[in-house]
């Protein structure tokens, strides 16, 4: 399937600058891609109408030399991201059938640049999970396969799996990703592409429907680090209307791109070297560990002492936080109703049927750590535990540049494995949920491959607004680990 659609962004960039390609061109192959896709489930909706729409108008800008960052390049759009005129259900029945009329700061700040919108990408519901299985709409399957075992099917990870798939599989160049706890970076990993959560504050918040707002963030998914450099730059900046947004000048990602790891120190926390973790996963880690070392850096052992309480405290703060989120899903604003005999009946049957059984869990769990009595004990403290965990990391920044991690505990696995075991699934994120309760940046890159022939993952985590330094490092580490491997469902 060699083509324009196995072009990177940048690639195409300079391609439609060239006039090889038209946006329009590109535009019909993507459409295409996307029909081919299908069988992975990976978009809740697909917009080829508007797709061709934006793309003629990014012709005319082309044209004019009005190019913007992203002009004319195709994109998914996480279905939690509210996009005027265009359905967002987050994955979730209770939205079944909303259609903001507005338009998120994100998603209009890719359009500005120039984007291509083909369709909203399937997710776990309201972004709870790891697997992408708790979907309304159904599973999202992982383009990538088993090479001994070629029928079972893998989960693409989660919660931006629509996201992951599409854009491991070539039906879009990018998509947009959120991050509450490690949903852009754990997908990344499971699907063998770029993902880069940003710093809290670094994109707007408004417009994507909220899941724990003190950690949500929105990211870019990517086949390539230089493309995440691109998209990331096009998606952030200061938004007067998300009171976290910072205003910071949005710098030249991709310039800050090149050159080796001398007067870098890369820290390795000997805390995540956990029990029970594959030996492949620690293997690939320390050959990324000499991979940094052979480009320059220093490798210095470091201790992030507080992060065995990190996954604890963030099914605590991010449950009450989507308790909180979610207590809007009333049956008279938006989407679902079901009827009743009396208004608290309606709000009993709307909620009831709208909502699945993880994010019913999740409100159980927030609403219970929250109440009177409880407060002080569950969620005070996670709080007080919270700010330790982000000490561990300013600390760590006196002595080191970036920190090296493996991004999740495994590859991929099977659809519907871990499904009866809600700790198990947590698991996934004991690596990713660390930076998000820090609000610090993290990337992963491709790696290598597991024993199976399914991608693996490495993390980068940075100080706070220092996305450069986790770009520069993870193109250091995906030019190294030289991964081209290709997943399955490309080869037909
Ligand atoms: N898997 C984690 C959860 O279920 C993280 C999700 C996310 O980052 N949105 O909460």
Redesign the pocket.
């Known amino acids: 399937m060699a083509g324009v659609c196995d072009l990177t962004l940048a690639e195409t960039r300079d391609a439609l600058a060239r006039g090889d390609v038209s946006p329009t061109e590109l535009a019909d192959a993507y459409v295409k891609a996307v029909e081919a896709a299908r069988p992975l489930n990976a978009f809740v909706v697909e917009t080829p109408e508007l797709a061709r729409d934006m793309a003629k108008a990014s012709e005319a800008r082309l044209a004019k030399g009005e190019a913007g960052l992203m002009e004319g390049i195709p994109v998914g759009i996480k279905d939690l991201f509210c996009t005027k005129g265009v359905q967002a259900t987050a994955g979730s029945h209770i939205l079944e059938g909303f259609v903001p009329t507005y338009e998120s700061t994100v998603t209009a700040n890719l359009f500005g640049a120039g984007a291509v919108m083909l369709g909203k990408c399937n997710m776990d519901e309201f ?4 697997a992408n299985m708790t979907s309304y709409f159904g599973p999202v399957e992982n383009p990538w396969r088993d090479a001994a075992a070629s029928n079972k099917k893998y989960v693409p990870g ?2 931006s799996g629509g996201s992951a798939s599409a854009v491991a599989a070539h039906a879009v160049l990018a998509a947009t990703g ?6 852009i970076r754990q997908p990344a990993a499971f699907t063998g592409i770029v993902g880069l959560k940003p710093t809290y504050g670094r994109c707007s918040r408004w417009g994507i429907v909220a ?1 724990a707002s003190s950690l949500d963030q929105a990211g870019p998914m990517t086949r390539t680090v230089r493309d995440a450099a691109i998209m990331l730059r096009a998606m952030a900046g200061y938004d007067p209307k998300d009171s976290t947004s910072v205003n910071r000048p949005v710098p030249d990602y991709e310039a800050a791109l090149g050159g080796d790891l001398r007067n870098l120190k890369i820290g390795v926390p000997k805390e995540y070297r956990m029990d029970g973790m594959p030996a492949e996963i620690d293997t690939l880690w320390r050959q990324g560990a000499e991979w940094c070392k052979a480009a320059g850096a220093e490798i210095v052992d470091i201790s992030l002492p507080h992060t065995k309480y990190a996954l604890p405290t963030y099914y605590i703060v ?1 449950p009450a936080e989507a308790s909180s989120n979610l207590a809007r899903y009333d049956g008279v604003r938006y989407g679902l109703r079901v009827e009743g005999a009396t208004l608290q009946e309606m709000y009993e049957n709307t909620r009831a049927e709208g909502f699945g059984a993880e994010v019913r869990r999740r409100i159980m769990i927030g609403t219970y750590v929250l109440s009177a009595g409880y407060y002080d004990a569950y969620y005070l403290k996670a709080q007080k535990v919270r700010t330790r965990i982000a000490d561990d990391f300013r600390h760590a920044w006196e002595s080191v540049d970036a920190i090296l991690t493996p991004t999740a505990p495994s590859a991929a696995f099977a659809q519907g494995e871990k499904m009866d075991d809600p700790i198990a699934m947590y698991l ?2 004991v690596f990713t949920v660390p930076a998000s309760m820090a609000g610090l940046p993290g990337i992963s890159v491709p790696a290598g491959l597991s024993a199976d022939g399914l991608p693996l993952g490495l993390q980068i985590i940075g100080r706070p607004f220092d996305e450069e330094t986790v770009l520069h490092v993870g193109q250091v580490l995906e030019g190294a680990a030289g991964f081209d491997a290709k997943p399955a469902f490309l080869a037909g």
């Open positions: 972004a709870m999970g790891s989660g919660s959120t991050d509450t706890g490690g949903s899941f991010a996934n994120d």
